[in-house]
């Protein structure tokens, strides 16, 4: 099967470079640590709403692992570097459709952080803080669910930056911009609910919550797995953007204005 020899593939790549993304665990534990440490801190004074203190270390926690599953993909999924390189021009030329070809590729990138970046540093957190920990199976199983979902979206956000590339000269400005957007309003620094009034309504009306802040809620079990339909909806929507502009690739193609 394609799908699975090209995740395999790319999941035996990065397994060169295991040692050297011990760095990145080291980092994003320190993060998660001192996010960790503040709401602590506002915890002594206030009542962290439904959290709790415990909760929303656990929610942080949860959080800061899940990055590496859905904001910490490849940057246009490598597209920005083939048009660069004019490799983009034989790609499209595959018999197999771009967006299918990146995302099995993506997918082995997501597998591999899954087992050397989130299962540490959460089982790290776990130990370190005594996390609380869903008592039903049910509860994990809806919680991989929505972390495959929000994958796909990032997968289908970092491809429809990386067609950009195509008319321009420079792309990574909007995969910035959509980091930005993703912290703010996915729910990692702070509970959505918590956000001001327009930051609330824009974060509601956008992909980002079901990025990481429905994903954590269901793992904490705050929220109801129905809240996954929102997820197949932009799954659904955002597949078919891709598709479209893969169609309009295809039919006019310029490689650095050629």
Not at 56 to 82: D, H, K, P, R
Not at 215 to 227: A, C, D, F, H, K
Request: charged fraction near 10%.
């Amino acid at each position: 099967m394609l799908f699975a020899m090209l995740a395999k593939k790319n999941y035996a790549r990065n397994l060169q470079y295991r040692s050297s993304h011990l760095v990145h665990n080291v980092a994003s534990f320190i993060f998660g640590f001192v996010y960790v440490s503040i709401w602590i801190g506002i915890g002594e004074s206030n009542s962290l709403g439904e959290y709790g203190v415990k909760g929303m270390i656990t929610y942080v926690a949860f959080n800061q692992a899940c990055l590496w599953l859905t904001l910490f993909i490849t940057n246009s999924l490598g597209m920005e570097q083939s048009v660069r390189t004019g490799q983009i021009s034989l790609d499209l030329m595959r018999p197999v459709h771009l967006f299918y070809h990146l995302m099995s590729k993506e997918w082995g990138q997501i597998f591999y952080q899954f087992v050397y970046k989130f299962l540490p540093i959460y089982f790290i957190y776990f130990f370190l803080f005594s996390l609380q920990v869903p008592q039903q199976f049910s509860t994990y199983f809806w919680t991989a669910i929505a972390l495959i979902l929000a994958g796909y979206i990032c997968i289908c956000i970092n491809y429809l930056i990386g067609v950009v590339s195509l008319w321009t000269t420079e792309s990574k400005w909007l995969f910035w911009v959509n980091y930005a957007f993703s912290m703010l309003l996915s729910g990692f620094f702070i509970p959505v609910e918590w956000l001001p009034g327009v930051f609330y309504q824009l974060s509601m009306y956008s992909p980002y919550p079901y990025i990481q802040y429905y994903v954590t809620r269901i793992y904490l079990g705050y929220e109801s797995y129905s809240v996954l339909l929102g997820s197949v909806a932009w799954c659904i929507f955002f597949t078919v953007l891709c598709l479209a502009a893969t169609s309009i690739m295809r039919k006019k193609l310029e490689v650095q204005g050629g």
